[in-house]
């Protein structure tokens, strides 16, 4: 079977340009909210656009929480996009404090503002500076430095060894992105970032196909 | 960096182009234009579907999905946007960004609205300015309806609304590769703290040294210079749906050399060293 990767569909975030990203490369994608097919899914990118506490609320309406920490403790590819990576965080300080899904540790915080820096959106494109002594398995091209924000929160990681990436905004040196096992989070839209970004769903393409060659391996052996 | 950012003016599934905002000739497909800004750097695209205000109708969704098929930047879409339920599905289309214009002058509560549905940075206030003596008014419908709104007036109040960017066009510019309007620039720069995308009059690399000597936008539209660049390069070469023979004739088209968004990049590199992305 040609390998696959499930969008979930939850209600937030520009699902469709995710998927056309996915064509452009040749990664067959799945929108669904269903949980069966996503329980049964190789590998899902988490999407969102909007507010955390909004986000986290339809994701336990829809039972989708427990899925998506299940196929992590399954080890499968979690690929979390700008808010869909600061759902894998433990808790945000967006609105109320709300707890996230917890698969990393860490907090999502606001950009501060002051005197110097108005502004509290990080919007348009940003240098990303990658983190060195870090395997991030091609996903971030030294070449390839400037990707897509668009977004007034961003993470702290609680262990600093999982961040691949770092971006400026405000004065502040923010994590744009970061790796943890089969888990993967991107701050910017890699769907919007030109080839930079596309050269990230390739590398998604490549290690779902190298994963699933592994396990068609395992199984003729079984 | 500063953003380059192609605009397409849409009619009917068509890519057009006018001057001063009248006289649309339809250039072609919008999709392969679309697409050869993408392949050749545009930092953002806009999509203006140029008569839905007018005929107060909707834009077409569909070729929003196109575009996004074949684009994978920034998309600004906008043309007769009225109501909240069409943000959403243009939004699901593809787009990032929708513009506004008419809606927000006939009610400023819209603006409202959609920034607090959609958040800030999901909403640019689109502009479009005729100048009398000394100052601009701005137009509604596609420049065909005057208004008593005055620019640096109306760009105050947006911000205090909480726009955070503004696409300000020169009615009197446009098309007509004059270049920029130099005193929309020298009054945005003295009045608007926000930023702001100029657009309109765009023909040789020196316009932009012409604005960046006053003022520093967050992005240039630019239209007619690299739509006719790549009709130009077209002629004779294939067929093509559009109606340019205008192009062959002398007349002002003339204003415009071929030149692409890489021509730009690199000028405003050497000149007045804007980093860009690779």
Known sequence: MKPTVTIIDYG????????????KVGLKSLIT???????????????????????????????????????????????????????????????????????LKGKVVKFQTNKNFKKSFNVGWKKIQIIKNQKNKGFLNAKDNYMYFIHSFHVKPGNEQIITSKSSFNGLNFVSSVNEENVYGFQFHPEKSSKSGLNIYKCL?????????QLTKKSRVL | MIRIIPKLDIKNENLVKGVNLEGLR??????????????????EIIYHDVVASLYERNIDLSLIEKASKKTFVPLIVGGGITNLSQVEK????????????????????????????????????????????????????????ETNLELIEWCKKLETMGVVELIVTSIDKDGTGEGFDLDIARQLNKHVKIDYILNGGFSKLEHFTDVLNICKPSGFAIGSALHYSILKHKIGSQKHDGNFEFLKKKTQFNNFKKISINDIKKFLIKKKNIKFRN
């Not at chain 1, 393409?205 to 060659?213: D, F, G, H, T, V």
């Not at chain 2, 339809?26 to 930092?43: I, N, Q, T, W």
């Open chain 1, 12 to 23: 937030m975030g520009n699902l469709f340009s995710i998927k056309c990203a996915l064509d």
């Open chain 1, 33 to 103: 909210k269903d949980i069966s097919k996503i329980r049964n899914s190789e590998a899902i990118i988490l999407p969102g656009v909007g507010a955390f506490p909004d986000a986290i609320k339809k994701l336990r309406y829809l039972k989708l929480d427990k899925v998506i920490i299940d196929l992590y403790s399954r080890k499968k590819i979690i690929f979390g996009i700008c808010l869909g990576m600061q759902l894998l965080f433990e808790k945000s300080y967006e609105g109320k404090i709300s707890k996230g899904l917890g698969i």
């Open chain 1, 205 to 213: 393409k490549n290690i779902i196909y190298e994963k699933s060659l």
């Open chain 2, 26 to 43: 339809v250039l072609g497909d919008p999709d392969y234009f679309a697409e050869s800004y993408y392949e050749s750097g545009a930092d």
């Open chain 2, 90 to 145: 243009i939004l699901k289309s593809g787009a990032d960004r929708v513009f506004i214009n008419t809606a927000g002058i006939n009610n400023q509560k819209f603006i409202k609205k959609v920034i607090s549905q959609f958040g800030a940075s999901t909403v640019v206030v689109s502009i479009e300015v005729v100048k009398k003596k000394k100052n601009y008014f701005c137009r509604k419908d596609f420049g065909r309806e």
